[in-house]
């Protein structure tokens, strides 16, 4: 799949949409072609494609027929699509795809596959808790995931910027380390009321 035929197949179903053909949410993608492309150089057959409610483009990527996808996508299910039998899948929840690909790659891992996670996620999504939270989780427990986050510097119609002036990675905090002679809570010693 190549950039032409992946704008050729987003004008198609922006025009099935725009006929009113299509009544149901449909998200799009423009202008990240070549970056997708160069991202899926990397994915490898049994690798998982993990995504939002924009996946159009992965899972052309990712190898699922054009008429499938476009089948799916006139029932209605373009923000959540999902191919198991060509290992992608979305959900529509906003940082709703991120416990299921942590999830993905746990077992992965303990299963001893080679396999991987590609997990797709917005700028805006990737200021939320749940993506702190599953990051973190991926990386401390060294997990097969990459993470991608796709900047378009917006949540919708607003700006990113507008709702978060500051980024989490750029926020400053004094840290500071301690012992403590008490345990997490109580004092140690063992009190019946």
Same mark, same amino acid.
């Given at each position: +799949? ?61 190898? &699922? ?8 996508? +006139? ?18 929840? &906003? ?6 690909? &942590? ?13 991987? &996670? ?5 700028? +805006? ?15 401390? !427990? ?33 840290? !500071?380390?301690? +012992?403590?002679? !008490? ?11």
């Amino acid at each position: +799949m190549n950039k032409d035929d992946l704008i050729a197949f987003e004008e198609d179903i922006a025009a099935e949409f725009n006929a009113g053909r299509i009544p149901h949410p449909v998200h799009f993608s423009n202008g990240n072609e070549d970056a997708l492309i160069r991202i899926f150089a990397d994915v490898k057959p049994d690798d998982w494609v993990c995504c939002s409610w924009r996946s159009h483009y992965q899972c052309l990527l990712k190898g &699922v027929p054009p008429a499938d996808l476009k089948a799916a996508i +006139m029932r209605g299910e373009s923000i959540a699509l999902c191919f198991p039998e060509h290992r992608i899948v979305s959900s529509a929840i &906003v940082g709703g795809i991120l416990p299921i690909a &942590v999830g993905l790659a746990t077992a992965i891992r303990r299963a001893g596959g080679r396999e991987r &996670v590609h997990c797709f996620l917005g700028d +805006m999504t990737a200021e939320t808790g749940i993506a702190h939270e599953s990051m973190k989780y991926a990386h401390g !427990y060294v997990l097969p995931i990459r993470f991608i986050v796709e900047e378009n510097g917006l949540s919708v119609c607003t700006p990113v910027d507008a709702v978060w002036p500051v980024r989490a990675g750029n926020i400053p905090a004094h840290r !500071y380390g301690y +012992m403590s002679k !008490y345990p997490h809570a109580g004092s140690g010693k063992r009190i019946e009321f």
